[in-house]
């Protein structure tokens, strides 16, 4: 198992510029979550999704869109890119009861100029 | 609403001496808590659940529901414990989770 994976692992933007970023999981989880993580921030909820064809505004939506097309993606997009969202962006996914532990890709750097 | 604070961004202490990483939430419901840690340049990864009441590299948490706390705690840090540890309000079911700010942990030799 390959667990939670994230791509890339590094981008750089121009302000304006958009992208996608990918999150799979081969562990059949049905909750999938975006976070980014700020220094002196900590971890803050982007959006998430309950299951296949649902997403969720969660704490810091503004400026990103999210799909989950099939059940094992989770893909985040930022349609115009601006310095405010230089971050590390974590998926995460669990299988959604409540006693469950998040597990967490890698991260992906992106720092927009 | 819920919420969970991290008072200490930073704790910094000598290996061997004891280590206490503090935690506050506030949530209407029966909470499940859980502590994360990442290691530098490292994914998270669960640290411990306060449902299973384990013990797990040394570190306990005990769920305080009169103070609604879930302090973290070491007697005997070690130089491998440097890392940031974040609180959080689990999710799944019918509520979003939710983490503290961290707090980053340094054990100097």
């Known amino acids: 198992n390959a667990g939670v994976t994230q791509t890339p692992k590094f981008r750089v933007l121009k302000t304006g510029q958009s992208m996608t970023l990918l999150c799979a999981q081969d562990m059949n989880h049905e909750y999938m979550y975006w976070y980014r993580q700020d220094p002196g921030m900590g971890l803050r909820l982007i959006h998430y999704s309950v299951g296949e064809g649902t997403t969720a505004k969660g704490e810091v939506p503004d400026g990103y869109n999210v799909s989950r097309l099939k059940k094992q993606n989770f893909l985040l997009g930022l349609e115009s890119a601006a310095p405010s969202q230089t971050s590390v962006y974590f998926c995460?996914?669990?299988?959604?009861?409540?006693?469950?532990?998040?597990?967490f890709g890698p991260g992906t750097r992106l720092t927009v100029t | 609403a819920q919420r969970v604070t991290q008072p200490e961004k930073l704790l910094s202490v000598f290996k061997g001496a004891p280590v206490e990483l503090k935690c506050n939430y506030s949530?209407?419901?029966?909470?499940?808590l859980f502590w994360y840690v990442q290691y530098s340049r490292q994914r998270l990864q669960l640290l411990l659940r306060?449902?299973s009441r384990e013990s797990i590299k040394g570190f306990t948490a005990d769920l305080n529901k009169g103070e609604t706390s879930f302090h973290l705690k070491k007697p005997f840090a070690q130089e491998e414990d440097s890392a940031m540890y974040y609180c959080?309000?689990?999710?799944?079911?019918?509520?979003?989770?939710?983490f503290g700010r961290g707090t980053s942990l340094i054990v100097h030799p």
């Open positions: 949530y209407s419901g029966s909470p499940e």
């Open positions: 306060h449902i």
């Open positions: 995460a996914s669990e299988s959604g009861g409540r006693l469950d532990e998040q597990y």
């Open positions: 959080a309000l689990g999710g799944g079911g019918s509520y979003i989770p939710t």
